[in-house]
């Protein structure tokens, strides 16, 4: 598509945008009595206006039934896990059987790696990326210290070559091979959360395998962003939060993926507490542990209920909008977006700012980050007193996401006019 960086082009591309009525259905910020240019949807996402009635529903029964609204009402909260399923497994492209929302993501990181990270003396090298979330690498790094091993030994960071921002797929792949005789997991990001790029998940699980490893993937980032095919790849479990691309509310629920092949084994390892119990039997308080078949059996605690309303209002709309139609749009703004900043260096005369997101639509999110030649940080804080509201990483990246559920094709271009 040849793009143009003008008002009514964008407009244009507006109203063909079959999405479009689903900008209606949240809540922005205002500046100077305007909604703000929202590009922080990979951070926090937006309120869905639907929330307040979901949450208000589970106030109700609360006051209403009290204790009995565990059985009562038409969502009983003992099985109100169960509502988000199938919403859930169309998004990662799994089983419904194979996904919960449950904790948090770091809380589920470290629960999955009881599963999936059983070091031995051979066997105990972690490949995960260099410039992982800091929450990863800490988690990884207590992981394998709590297994008596050095981090500087066990844990292999793979980072981009002199020069470059991204991973080369062929270099990735070819790290696994290297280490196959030692490799016990390889633990990566969907999305890397700074550049924005995507990784081949399909071929990095696939070699993973052919080493002898078990595979997981962070998808914090890719969740609710890029359709997946968990299942389909053999990815053996992955873990995601709720509060980015699902709109699901600050530190709201996060939620699991365990490939079925574990997830309906009860011999496979896990920590076990009351509400991963088998449910036709939790209430008899018997010893002995015996899970429900799934990932349900990994649960804990009993579901935190307010949290889980507004994560159903929130895939409501994901349902309604559909994941793959989600991802054409998001293609297209990420496009459009490429296309006007590359427009403003036209502009400038030079290459102010630097796109370190891949430019091939296919291995990024919906997410384009910048580094700003001169003055990144002072350029940011500008930008948000003009009501554009991104965000700002350490050392020098801005960070962009235009999220197709409620980002237009004109928030992109007046994006491009303040930047």
Known sequence: MQHENNLSYAQKLDQEDSLKEFRKEFLFPQHNGKDVIYLCGNSLGLQPKNVEKYLLDQ???????????????????????????????????????????????????????????????????????????????????????????????????????????????????????????????????????????????????????????????????????????????????????????????PGGIAGIYIHEKHALNPETPRFAGWWGYQESTRFIMKKGFIPEPGAEGWQLSNVPVLQMAAHRAALDLFDAAGIENLRTKSLALTSYMQFVIQEKNKSLGYEKYKIITPLNPAERGAQISIICKEGGKESFDKLVEQGIIGDWREPEVLRFAPVPLYNSFEDVFQFGQII
């Open 59 to 249: 106030l109700k029964n609360w006051s209403t039934f009290g204790v009995e609204g565990h059985f009562k009402s038409a969502t009983p909260w003992m099985y109100y896990q169960k509502t988000t399923q199938e919403s859930l497994a169309k998004i990662v492209g799994a089983k419904p059987i194979e996904v919960v929302a449950m904790n948090q993501l770091t809380v589920n990181l470290h629960l999955l790696m009881v599963s999936f990270y059983r070091p031995t003396e051979k066997r105990y090298k972690i490949i995960m990326e260099g410039t992982a979330f800091p929450s990863d690498q800490y988690a990884m790094e207590s992981q394998v210290l709590h297994h008596g091993f050095r981090p500087e030994d066990a844990i292999i960071e793979l980072t981009p070559r002199s020069g470059e921002y991204t991973l080369r797929k062929e270099d990735i792949l070819a790290a696994i091979s290297e280490h196959a005789d030692s490799l016990a997991l390889v633990m990566m990001g969907g999305v890397n959360y700074y550049s924005g790029q995507f990784f081949p998940l399909a071929e990095i699980t696939k070699a993973a395998h052919a080493a002898g490893a078990l595979c997981g993937f962070d998808l914090a980032h890719t969740c609710g962003n890029i359709p997946l095919q968990l299942h389909d790849w053999d990815v053996d479990f992955a873990a995601w939060c709720s509060y980015k691309y699902l709109n699901s509310s």
